[in-house]
């Protein structure tokens, strides 16, 4: 792994490093100097949905942290001035850097979207880990190296802000489709072949339809990365959302009593609002987690059954 900087709008490799961050014990933080400018960037170096919304709790926290501070994010054109064929190769979005302002859109929280920033950006390199334990979540390495204390490191599951508009356009999708009964939410990727290389495609059909036929009443809004019809699942269908706006396709899943999937971060994305359930990819569990959510195995499945 490369540990980058950013300054003044450029990146610069400094070091390939077996960990990205400090370690507890090496007492590292962020500088005075830049807290007492009272102006801040959160960043992430890579590009996903779920990077940017394992994060999303980070402009509230700042706030209340920071009550005088301003916190801004990268706009799409400075994400692309930055990582424009670094992260473009490794992304299955069309578009990868427009993906933290569909999670940071109408957040109070944020102060705006910049296309040039001066200075250093402390972006998620910049975090505190425990060498001995490897799923801290992201967000709270992050926070300890902006000066956070434990007891300050609270309620930071990912969060949403939606528009009048869009509640209204996505309660009238979901009233349409669904009436006033409870609904699913279903993503399934292409990581549903072989889930990393930890399953294989039996052993993530035998999961997802376990859970699937205890809720087999229950309509489903989907996403699949192929012909549903095609995969050996059964689920009540409810509406193929592909074609939705990302941001009312967030909206309606925030409404689903559960989502059920693969391992994806769109879903870690709107787990404060709807009990998620993600078949398990990183094992063991690494910082890319949300402690609220239920990450599904062949050891424990019968147990986070129990929840479903």
């Known amino acids: ?58 402009p509230r926290l700042l706030k209340e942290k920071y009550p005088n501070c301003k916190v801004y994010l990268p706009s799409s054109k400075l994400m692309e001035k ?23 859109k109408n957040n109070p929280y944020v102060d705006g979207f910049k296309d040039y920033i001066v200075d250093e950006i402390f972006h998620d390199h910049y975090r505190v880990y425990d060498k001995n334990k490897k799923d801290i979540p992201l967000i709270k390495q992050m926070l300890k190296f902006w000066q956070f204390k434990d007891n300050e490191c609270v309620d930071y599951t990912p969060e949403l802000y939606f528009s009048d508009e869009e509640i209204k356009k996505g309660d009238k999708i979901i009233k349409e489709f669904a009436g006033n009964n409870d609904f699913g939410g279903l993503l399934i990727t292409d990581r549903f072949e072989s889930q990393g290389g930890r399953y294989d495609e039996e052993s993530n059909k035998m999961l997802l339809n376990t859970f699937l036929d205890k809720w087999k009443d229950v309509p489903f ?24 706006p ?10 689903a009593k559960f989502n059920i999937g693969t391992h994806c971060g769109f ?28 990450y599904i195995n062949k050891d424990n499945y019968k147990e986070k059954l129990e929840h479903a």
């Open 1 to 58: 792994m490369i540990f980058w900087r950013i300054v003044d709008n450029k990146l610069y490799p400094v070091d390939e490093v077996n960990r990205l961050g400090f370690e507890e014990s090496d007492g590292l933080r962020i500088p005075d100097e830049y807290l007492d400018k009272q102006e801040f960037t959160i960043m992430r170096t890579c590009c996903g949905i779920g990077d940017w919304g394992i994060i999303s709790a980070m």
């Open 82 to 104: 930055l990582f424009n064929g670094i992260l473009t190769e490794k992304s299955s979005w069309n578009n990868p850097f427009v993906n933290a302002e569909y999670i940071f």
């Open 221 to 244: 809004f989907y996403w699949t990365y192929k012909n549903p019809n095609k995969l050996p699942i059964n689920f009540k269908k409810c509406l193929d959302i592909r074609h939705i």
């Open 246 to 255: 990302t941001r009312i396709q967030l909206y309606i899943r925030t409404k």
């Open 267 to 294: 879903l870690d994305s709107v787990s404060r609002y709807s009990k998620v359930f993600q078949i398990q990819r990183v094992f063991p569990l690494n910082h890319n987690i949300i402690e609220s959510e239920h």
